[in-house]
């Protein structure tokens, strides 16, 4: 049976309901239906709110928030789900795992891999009329990093709605050590190489991501700024996959290297960390 395009019955409920089922899939390391049964598939705004109520629900678990992750930056993937922009989830403290000696792959339940620029922010992003000159001049610095995406839905079977609800299918990321001021470089203009043992599985570039990784900044701030949570300074921010994701298991190690950025590093391991 198809979800309903708009799910009736009391929203607030129904956000309730479908953050339990996800939650659950969490909690147990087990993956879950779609959401989209009881959310539908078209209701973004109904998808976010069962992504605040995640939220609150780790953040009253004493989780902090240290940034965010921006997801659909790519025309194909929009097409794909039938979409015109892009989504975003939260970045937890936890999440980061740059200082651990593998990735626990134990905490995931379906994970891939996407190589992105991380911009980490010297100021807010809180203005009512934001430009990308804003923008720029907010941003400390970039870095490479590798995002490790998960879903929580059984075989990553999403509409836009269910990834939404899902924290836009957030799992852990991985920060490189070289910080680039923008005054180096042009974002839109690096290129990626993505290596799993060695061998090439991605390539990609800058403008793979809505033709600069600074527009789907831009979009994050003032989407951000209305939805009553602006960007922040301090907080790291995932603009989105310079190329395709690439499934990955315990044992390999997955290298980027993203032009005047460097490299970035990391190898998955399923014991305990």
């Known amino acids: 049976m198809n979800a309903p395009a708009h799910p009736s019955g009391d929203r607030t409920a129904i956000a309730a309901a479908a953050a339990a089922r996800l939650a659950a899939a969490s909690r147990d390391r087990a993956a879950c239906p ?3 049964d009881q959310i539908g ?3 973004l705004a109904l998808a976010y709110a069962v992504q605040q109520w995640l939220t609150e ?3 009253a678990g004493g989780a902090r ?4 992750k921006i997801g659909l930056t790519s025309p194909a993937v929009q097409e794909q789900l039938g979409v015109d922009q892009p989504d975003f989830g939260v970045l937890f403290d936890d999440m980061d795992v740059s200082s651990l000696g593998a990735v626990p792959t134990r905490r995931l339940l379906q994970p891939k891999v996407e190589a992105e620029i991380a911009f980490v ?4 992003l809180d203005a009512p009329n ?5 923008v720029r001049a907010a941003i400390k610095y970039a870095v490479a990093a590798l995002e ?3 879903s929580r839905i059984t075989d990553w079977d999403i509409t836009i709605t269910d990834t939404v609800a899902d924290n836009a299918s957030s799992g852990l990321f991985v920060l490189g050590t070289q910080h680039v001021p923008l005054d180096d470089f042009e974002s839109r203009d690096v290129t990626m190489r993505m290596y799993v043992d060695g061998d090439l599985a991605s390539e990609g570039a800058g403008r793979a991501c809505l033709g600069d990784p600074l527009n789907a900044l831009l979009w994050l701030a003032e989407t951000a700024r209305d939805f009553g ?3 922040t300074a301090g907080q790291v921010v995932l603009s989105g996959a310079l190329g395709p994701m690439v499934p990955v298991r315990p044992g390999v190690t997955v290298r980027a290297e993203i032009s005047a950025l460097g490299s970035v590093q990391a190898s998955f391991s399923d014991k305990d960390q």
């Open 65 to 68: 928030i240290i940034g965010r």
């Open 130 to 134: 934001l430009a990308i000159a804003q």
């Open 121 to 124: 922010l010297g100021a807010d």
């Open 34 to 36: 779609p959401v989209r």
């Open 57 to 59: 629900d780790r953040l």
């Open 148 to 150: 490790i995406v998960d």
């Open 41 to 43: 598939t078209s209701d």
């Open 229 to 231: 949570q602006p960007l």
